[in-house]
């Protein structure tokens, strides 16, 4: 169960997961992709928490935004699962990855009023993906434009995190770490092909610049 907040490696280790465990791995892609779960996410952020059982039936695993901002409560609904704790070595690294990808992308949906790929979707689908699209300033960050507080956003996450997790469960992972931090957490072998690199800052700009929606 993911912790980790977004441009920590998480589409890497999405990948990663779904070949260890042999199933779908939830990630802000799986939000993109299905927008009727849209509504029942901007519920979950108004306090309204869902059957974790009936939306996340067919995953074995999530990472990254909208599932890290529940770590808590899935962490209690799925007391037997690890709790995956991505991040980077320096906070200015993240934040200039973030900086080029998510903050640039959330900051044009708000002068926008909506993010590009929102705009087709039907109305309550649209307006939940608004509603959840527009918690990464707000709630999940704190800010789209401060960099002191959206590095405070980062370093609230990893204390709380480690405080509240206990060391047999937690996961901590970054970048390059590859695969022996998940394989020794599931008990799994590790698999003899390289380590996932996804979703590069490069990526991310290029899938934009596409007009698709960014993940």
């Known amino acids: 169960m993911g912790a980790g907040l977004p441009r920590t490696g998480t589409m890497s280790l999405k990948a990663a997961l779904e070949r260890l465990l042999g199933g779908r791995c939830y990630h802000m892609v799986e939000f993109f992709a299905h927008p009727e779960h849209a509504p029942t996410w901007a519920a ?94 707000g709630t999940v960050f704190g800010s789209l434009d401060d960099p002191a507080v959206i590095k405070d956003a980062y370093r609230r996450r990893l204390e709380e995190v480690r405080a509240a997790v206990p060391a047999d469960r937690l996961v901590e992972w970054q970048p390059g770490d590859g695969w022996e931090p998940l394989c ?17 800052t490069a990526d991310f700009v290029a899938r934009v610049e596409r007009g698709r929606s960014p993940g």
């Not at 900051?107 to 979707?121: D, I, S, T």
């Open 44 to 137: 979950a952020f108004r306090g309204e928490l869902p059957d974790w059982e009936s939306l996340l039936t067919g995953y074995v695993a999530g990472v990254d935004t909208p599932i890290c901002e529940f770590w808590r409560p899935l962490a209690e609904a799925y007391p037997d699962a690890p709790v995956l704790l991505s991040h980077r070595a320096d906070e200015d690294v993240w934040f200039a990855s973030l900086e080029k990808t998510v903050l640039a992308q959330a900051r044009a949906a708000r002068e926008q009023g909506m993010p590009g790929w929102a705009a087709a979707l039907p109305a309550d689908q649209r307006d939940a993906a608004v509603e959840v699209f527009g918690r990464l300033g």
């Open 184 to 200: 020794a957490a599931l008990g799994v072998a590790v698999p003899a092909e390289p380590f996932p690199h996804e979703n590069t």
